[in-house]
Every structure is written in C-alpha cells, then in structure tokens.
C-alpha cells in the first residue's frame, strides 16, 4: 500500500482507494469479474443475434406469403408465424431476464 495525491485535491491517498477520502473523486475504476464480463457480453450479444434472427424470420415470412398458392396456405403461415412470433419473444425475454440478472449480480462491487 502506498500514498498517492489525488489528482483533484492533491490530498494524500491511498493507492488501493476507490475514491478520494477527502474530495470524493474517483481514483479507481471499478472493474467486472473475468464471469461479469462474460456474461455482460453474452447479454449483448444474445440480443444482437436475436435481432438478426427476427429480421430474418420476417424476410423468410413474407417469402412464403407470396409463394403461397392460395388462402389456406396464407393462413396456415400467418397463423405459424404468430406461434412461432410469441414462441421466439417469450424466449427472447425470458433469457434476457435471466442473463440480465447474472450481468447485475456480477456488477463491480466496492
Ligand atoms: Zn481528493
């Protein structure tokens, strides 16, 4: 442990010191765990490929809606989508809340 200024009060502080006892400044930086960030990124990146997903789902959607031969096989896509629509987004979400939740658990602590 050694003494360092503080860059805001040139106070005394130690080197080991989130902030400055004296003026409050960050000195620090909170860091994630090697797990906070995995999972930090796992969130991010969990929600980018669902977005790519759902933007391929509606192209791929559409295709079969017009290819369709007639009322009954729009129906039956129109119907499948909506399933398979609320089926995809109660997943999304629910593994959203769940990594959301580990992102928040393995928040940097003080
Ligand atoms: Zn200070």
Redesign the pocket.
Known sequence: MALVN?P??S?Q?SNTAID?P??G?SLNKLKRSFFGKIFKWLFILFNIFMLVASFKACGGVSEVYTSSQNEYEQAGAAIGTTIGMGLMLTIWVFIDVILGLFVLFTRPKR
């Open positions: 503080c805001e009060c106070h502080v400055c004296s003026c400044t």
